[in-house]
C-alpha cells in the first residue's frame, strides 16, 4: 500500500523561515502593545486630577 501526498497537502504546513518571521512579526507588536500601554498608564498618573 502506497500513500501519496497531494501538493496541497505539502503547502498546508509552515517553513521555518516563515514560522521565524511569524514569530518576530508577534513579538514586535506585542512590545508596541506594551509600549503604548505604558505610555497610557504615565499619562493617566501624570495628570493633574480635577477633584
Do not use: I
Given at each position: 500500500?502506497?500513500?501519496?501526498?497531494?501538493?496541497?497537502?505539502?503547502?498546508?504546513?509552515?517553513?521555518?523561515?516563515?514560522?521565524?518571521?511569524?514569530?518576530?512579526?508577534?513579538?514586535?507588536?506585542?512590545?508596541?502593545?506594551?509600549?503604548?500601554?505604558?505610555?497610557?498608564s504615565?499619562?493617566?498618573?501624570?495628570?493633574?486630577?480635577?477633584?
Amino acid at each position: 500500500m502506497t500513500v501519496s501526498t497531494s501538493p496541497a497537502a505539502a503547502h498546508d504546513r509552515m517553513t521555518p523561515r516563515a514560522r521565524g518571521l511569524l514569530l518576530v512579526l508577534c513579538g514586535a507588536m506585542f512590545l508596541d502593545a506594551l509600549d503604548v500601554s505604558m505610555k497610557a498608564s504615565r499619562c493617566r498618573r501624570s495628570a493633574p486630577s480635577s477633584v
